[in-house]
């Protein structure tokens, strides 16, 4: 197949093309030609005003399901939902049934996800079963494939496991993923501690239930060497906590939920259990902390946080409710709506880099690794537009700016209506 796309503004930082609107010529899934004025015929032409292209967006957290939970999604669905939310490839949560914790699930990860458009990525549990004492065996699953290892949304309580991990990994140069949450602190929390969680009656988790563990985490990498990436930071302690860190010299990377960068501890007041996530939606301060971090770099990327959940598990109250929202399929409309399309698109295709996968170009001769979309317009986030199974969005009803036009991988392309022929 041809693909032809006109007049598009490129977005790639990296890149001498950054800002330039040109015409991509691709055959065969390679990028044949890149110019400001490309006339050949094509089997897709695809135009329109307000269109950019970036190298496809990396999301470092995604769950779906299989194996285990294939009532919240499978894998091929998934990667589906991805592909059509512009996201060419995605980290892999080991959270399933039975937990990514073997060479033997990692290989069957790979094996539901082998030629796809949109590439998985598995994260490797850090701990047999994700149960914070005994490692996992990480050399098997790194050679099979997993490229980060970590415990989803949980903390070894013990630091020692966090040290003989990082002395580990540090051989293998890949990366520890530690979610960080004192457990004692948080207690049974599942809103932000404030004003807002105790006029709705909601139990709170400090902030410095996060930033006390970023902090021990951090001086255990200092002694252990290695990497250390932080998943969903929430704080603005943790952003200041993780500053000092790189400005120290550690090896240090963290990412940042849409969750948190679209909602505050207010959003709780509706007792919507579609809102429940975890880390909760913090203060007002907190956001725009975020918000810094991801401008002045500390926050090196954005995940969308992906957890579908059943209709059991979220409609009951609040209180029980499991947390997690979908994210994949309107993650760009609705961010963009607090950020500007540079540092969007940045954080968006950040991710790669961090774990030790290379990032693709847009550049002649190199394979068509691409995510196309629209600056403008909006679009109400709705259940007839969400292409999730399971439909539990945070973000119901909330007005986005601009849409995802398409994704091009593995010489596949999923092209959404827009001005084509």
Same mark, same amino acid.
């Given at each position: 197949m041809t693909i032809l796309l006109k007049n598009v503004t490129c977005y790639d930082s990296r890149s001498s093309l950054h800002l330039? +609107? /040109?015409d991509i010529l691709i055959k065969e899934g390679i990028i044949q030609q890149i110019s400001s004025?490309?006339?050949?015929?094509?089997d897709r032409v695809i135009s329109g005003d307000n269109l950019g292209v970036s190298v496809g967006w990396f999301d470092t957290s995604v769950q779906f399901g299989e194996p285990g939970f294939e009532d919240r999604g499978t894998i091929k669905n998934g990667l589906q939902v991805a592909a059509k939310s512009g996201f060419t490839g995605i980290l892999y949560e080991p959270n399933n049934n039975p937990v990514i914790d073997t060479q033997a699930q990692v290989l069957f990860a790979l094996g539901k996800s082998a030629n796809e458009l949109t590439q998985m990525y598995p994260i490797g549990a850090l701990t047999v079963e994700q149960n914070g004492r005994d490692l996992s065996n990480i050399y098997e699953m790194h050679l099979a494939g997993a490229v980060a290892f970590g415990d989803y949304k949980k903390t070894p309580d013990d630091a020692n496991v966090l040290k003989l991990a990082l002395q580990y990994t540090k051989?293998?140069? /890949?990366?520890?993923?530690c979610y960080s949450l004192d457990k004692k602190l948080a207690g049974k929390g599942f809103a932000s501690e404030g004003v807002a969680a105790t006029k709705l009656?909601?139990?709170?988790?400090?902030a410095l239930a996060e930033s006390v563990e970023i902090s021990r985490n951090i001086?255990?990498? +200092?002694?252990?060497g290695g990497k250390l990436h932080f998943p969903t930071i929430s704080t603005a302690e943790s952003v200041a906590v993780i500053r000092r860190a790189k400005a120290a010299g550690l090896a240090v990377t963290c990412s940042v939920s849409m969750n948190n960068i679209m909602m505050t501890e207010d959003d709780y007041s509706d007792f919507d259990s579609n809102k429940k996530v975890m880390p909760p939606p913090r203060s007002s301060a907190d956001q725009a902390a975020l918000i810094d971090g991801l401008k002045d770099g500390t926050i090196d990327c954005i995940t969308t946080d992906h957890a579908p959940r059943t209709l059991e598990e979220k409609m009951v109250e609040f209180e029980i409710a499991l947390p997690g929202s979908i994210g994949l399929d309107y993650a760009f409309g609705c961010l963009h709506t607090k950020l500007e399309t540079e540092l969007l698109i940045d954080k968006l295709t950040a991710g790669r880099a961090l774990f030790g996968i290379a990032t693709p170009q847009i550049k002649?001769?190199?394979k068509a690794n691409l995510t196309i979309f629209e600056t403008a317009g909006t679009v109400q986030v709705g259940s007839e537009n969400l292409y999730s199974s399971c439909k539990n969005a945070a973000l119901l009803g909330f007005e986005t700016k601009g849409k995802v036009v398409g994704s091009i991988n593995n010489n596949q392309v999923v092209i959404h209506d827009t001005t084509r022929n």
């Open positions: 330039k +609107r /040109t004025q490309i006339d050949a015929s094509a051989d293998l140069n /890949t990366v520890v993923i009656g909601l139990k709170g988790i400090p001086e255990v990498l +200092r002694y252990a002649e001769g190199e």
